[in-house]
C-alpha cells in the first residue's frame, strides 16, 4: 500500500504537458494580452493592449485560428492610453468587453474611467459605455447575466480611495444600477 500511495503521488510530477502551438502575435511594438477565450469556430480571441507610434497603449482585439495564426487584429482608442481587462463570450454569441480609457474620460489623458464595450459574433461594435467620474477609475470584469443585461466590477475613485464597485448596464448599454463595495 505504501508503494501506491507513493506512486500515486509521483505520478503528477512525471507527466509532462504537451504544446500543441506557440505563436508571436502582433508587431514589433509593446503588446500584452490580458484575456483569451476559444470561440465556437475552435479559433481564440484575445484582449489585450499595444502601443501605437506615438507610445500610447491602445485597446487591441485579436482573432486566430485554431492554430492560433491571426486573422485579423482591431484598435479601440484616442489620444492617450487604454487597455482592455477581459473579454467574455454573451449568450447571442457576441461578447462583452470591460476596459479603462484615459482618452475618453472625463478628464483626458489625466484621470481614467469605465469603458464597455458589446460585439456581435464577428466582434462588430454593437454599442460602447463609458461611465464617467471624477478622478481614476479601473474596469477588470464584465460578464452577461441571464437577463441580458451585464454585470461589471472594478473600482472607483471616492474621494480619493478606491471603492469596489458593480454596476449593471442594460442590454443596450444604459447604466441600470451601480453598488460600492465597503466604507
Not at 500515486?8 to 477565450?37: H, K, W, Y
Not at 481614467?112 to 477588470?140: E, Q
Not at 471603492?163 to 447604466?175: E, M, Q, V, W, Y
Request: proline share 2%; aromatic share 12%.
Amino acid at each position: 500500500m505504501k508503494k501506491f500511495i507513493l506512486m500515486a503521488f509521483l505520478m503528477p510530477c512525471l507527466v509532462q504537458a504537451q504544446i500543441t502551438f506557440e505563436r508571436n502575435l502582433g508587431d514589433s511594438n509593446f503588446q500584452d494580452a490580458q484575456c483569451v477565450l476559444q470561440t465556437a469556430d475552435g479559433g481564440f480571441l484575445i484582449a489585450g493592449r499595444g502601443t501605437d507610434t506615438s507610445g500610447r497603449y491602445e485597446i487591441l482585439l485579436m482573432k486566430t485560428d485554431s492554430l492560433g495564426d491571426s486573422l485579423w487584429t482591431k484598435s479601440f482608442g484616442g489620444s492617450s492610453s487604454d487597455f482592455a481587462a477581459t473579454v467574455k463570450p454573451t449568450a447571442d454569441g457576441g461578447y462583452v468587453m470591460a476596459a479603462t480609457t484615459y482618452s475618453l474620460s472625463s478628464q483626458p489623458g489625466t484621470n481614467s474611467d469605465w469603458w464597455i464595450f458589446r460585439f456581435d459574433a464577428n466582434c462588430d461594435t454593437l454599442w460602447t459605455c463609458i461611465v464617467n467620474n471624477v478622478g481614476n477609475d479601473r474596469m477588470y470584469d464584465a460578464i452577461e447575466t441571464s437577463d441580458g443585461s451585464i454585470l461589471a466590477c472594478g473600482w472607483i475613485n471616492v474621494g480619493g480611495y478606491a471603492r469596489g464597485t458593480i454596476r449593471k448596464f442594460s442590454a443596450t448599454g444604459a447604466l441600470l444600477h451601480t453598488f460600492s463595495l465597503g466604507s
